[in-house]
């Protein structure tokens, strides 16, 4: 019996570690390790419904500590199809990667990042307004331009457009990511390397 029940064990660990590893691949974006666009939106919309909540009923005695803003940055690497197409997929590959490891260390342990899609990444930052969230993406930016490289052309930098939008009144989630991606464009398509904000477009 003691051996039946060992075998039950060890049988359960291994599924449970099977169902993590099918998580990890649902929610992960195996190129950068980051959360991929469905983690991202999964863990973002719990948030933002605590933070939405929490900002219309401060006065509730529910709610002895609240958090009342939420930012979305939204990252694009500037004229990233260009650099594909001169120096290959997998220097491409390398700088995604690079990117996205800035961009976590760069936020704090409550923030969350992730990949939405080719070049494009995204972050929450919880309890950040606007303009603490504009001074975040220009940090990251920043540091991009300084240690991102292409290793065959030392001499040529990599950039960023970078969008900022707040949560304000009752606008989903998914209208703020949108936002997000307005100021990116509107950072893209006036000059690049740059940082916009919502509120300014």
Same mark, same amino acid.
């Given at each position: 019996?003691?051996?039946?029940?060992?075998?039950?064990?060890?049988?359960?660990?291994?599924?449970?570690?099977?169902?993590?590893?099918?998580? =990890?691949?649902?929610?992960?974006?195996? !190129?950068?390790?980051?959360?991929?666009?469905?983690?991202?939106?999964?863990?973002?919309?719990?948030?933002?419904?605590?933070? &939405? #909540?929490?900002?219309?009923? %401060?006065? =509730?005695?529910?709610? +002895?500590?609240?958090?009342?803003?939420?930012?979305? !940055?939204?990252?694009?690497?500037?004229?990233?199809?260009?650099?594909?197409?001169?120096?290959? +997929?997998?220097?491409?590959?390398?700088?995604?990667?690079? @990117?996205?490891?800035?961009?976590?260390?760069?936020?704090?342990?409550?923030?969350?990042?992730?990949? #939405?899609?080719?070049?494009?990444?995204?972050?929450?930052?919880?309890?950040? =307004?606007? %303009?603490?969230?504009?001074?975040?993406?220009?940090?990251?930016?920043?540091?991009?331009?300084?240690?991102? +490289?292409?290793?065959?052309? !030392?001499?040529?930098?990599?950039?960023? &457009?970078?969008?900022?939008?707040?949560?304000?009144? %009752? @606008?989903?989630?998914?209208?703020?990511?949108?936002?997000?991606?307005?100021?990116?464009?509107?950072?893209?398509?006036?000059?690049?390397?740059?940082?916009?904000?919502? =509120?300014?477009?």
């Amino acid at each position: 019996m003691s051996d039946e029940l060992q075998k039950l064990k060890s049988e359960l660990r291994d599924r449970d570690r099977k169902i993590k590893e099918l998580e =990890s691949l649902v929610f992960t974006d195996p !190129l950068t390790g980051l959360y991929n666009r469905r983690g991202f939106l999964a863990l973002a919309k719990k948030l933002y419904s605590d933070v &939405s #909540w929490m900002k219309s009923n %401060k006065n =509730s005695p529910r709610t +002895h500590f609240y958090v009342d803003s939420f930012t979305i !940055l939204f990252f694009d690497i500037d004229n990233f199809k260009s650099i594909n197409d001169k120096y290959g +997929h997998e220097i491409g590959d390398q700088i995604l990667k690079f @990117s996205a490891q800035i961009i976590e260390s760069k936020v704090r342990a409550s923030d969350f990042v992730g990949r #939405w899609g080719g070049e494009e990444m995204v972050a929450a930052l919880i309890g950040a =307004s606007e %303009k603490d969230g504009f001074l975040k993406a220009e940090e990251i930016r920043k540091a991009i331009k300084s240690r991102v +490289h292409i290793p065959k052309d !030392l001499s040529r930098k990599i950039t960023m &457009s970078v969008g900022v939008a707040e949560l304000t009144g %009752k @606008s989903s989630l998914e209208n703020l990511v949108k936002a997000a991606d307005e100021a990116m464009y509107k950072a893209k398509t006036t000059g690049k390397d740059k940082t916009v904000k919502y =509120s300014q477009i």
